[in-house]
């Protein structure tokens, strides 16, 4: 079973709030992937990071920002919510030193924006 | 510009019979290519990886083939039972950059029936 986790699992909040979805990681993975999800659809990378201090943009362009202070944290935040950023969002790490190594995935957090 | 493609309509099986996925990609020459299982609201977890070199990996009721020629992957699952009804999905690297930058298909729905 995946050592990482993401919380909140669903959250409902209105537009304009700023929202942070947490996720973190046990398992001392330096590379950590936020993908973006709709329903039916496939996943698109939105931010990646192969370390701490090391963040990029993926090839979906997303509103959010991410911050990589601490190598078992990849938090992404919106500062203000909108209904186009209802979605699932699926946080990964794979193994440090691994360029063909496998996605670890948390169970996923889905936003609502009312 | 490069795409996967898997079958956007649920296959149905019944219990016991063989159940064959098809990912196909274009204008694309991956190194490796892993399928991944999803279930309804939960985060992809890893099956499998074959690399470019390999022609087929095995694992229990699990088989992958790697066609580069035919830009294909199958994946088969033996004696399927209703408890592999899921999401497969199927995902290749590099496609933008390197190091675990995994892109997906949309995923083909599994339903095995009793």
């Known amino acids: 079973e995946a050592d990482i986790y993401q919380t909140p699992r669903y959250l409902v909040i209105g537009t304009g709030k700023k929202i942070t979805l947490e996720c973190s990681q046990t398992m001392g993975h330096d590379k950590m992937y936020w993908y973006q999800q709709d329903p039916g659809m496939e996943l698109h990378l939105i931010h990646y990071s192969y370390g701490v201090n090391s963040t990029e943009k993926g090839d979906l362009s997303s509103e959010s920002t991410v911050s990589r202070i601490r190598t078992e944290h990849f938090p992404l935040t919106l500062e203000s919510a909108r209904p186009s950023h209802t979605s699932q969002y699926l946080c990964?790490?794979?193994?440090?030193?691994?360029?063909?190594?496998?996605?670890?995935f948390g169970e996923g957090s889905r936003l609502t924006v009312l | 510009s490069q795409k996967i493609e898997q079958n956007s309509e649920a296959l149905n099986i019944q219990e016991g019979k063989t159940a064959t996925l098809t990912c196909n990609y274009t204008?694309?020459?991956?190194?490796?290519l892993q399928w991944y299982r999803q279930d309804p609201g939960r985060g992809p977890v890893f099956l499998l990886l074959?690399?470019?070199?390999?022609k087929e990996k095995r694992k229990e009721r699990l088989k992958v083939t790697f066609d580069t020629t035919l830009k294909q992957s199958l994946f088969h699952i033996t004696a399927s039972q209703p408890a592999d009804s899921a999401t497969y999905l199927c995902a290749l690297d590099g496609i933008t950059g390197g190091g675990n930058k995994l892109t997906f298909g949309t995923g083909t729905q599994l339903k095995v029936e009793l």
């Open positions: 990964a790490s794979s193994e440090t030193g691994k360029n063909t190594g496998e996605l670890f």
């Open positions: 074959i690399r470019e070199n390999e």
């Open positions: 204008n694309y020459s991956p190194a490796y």
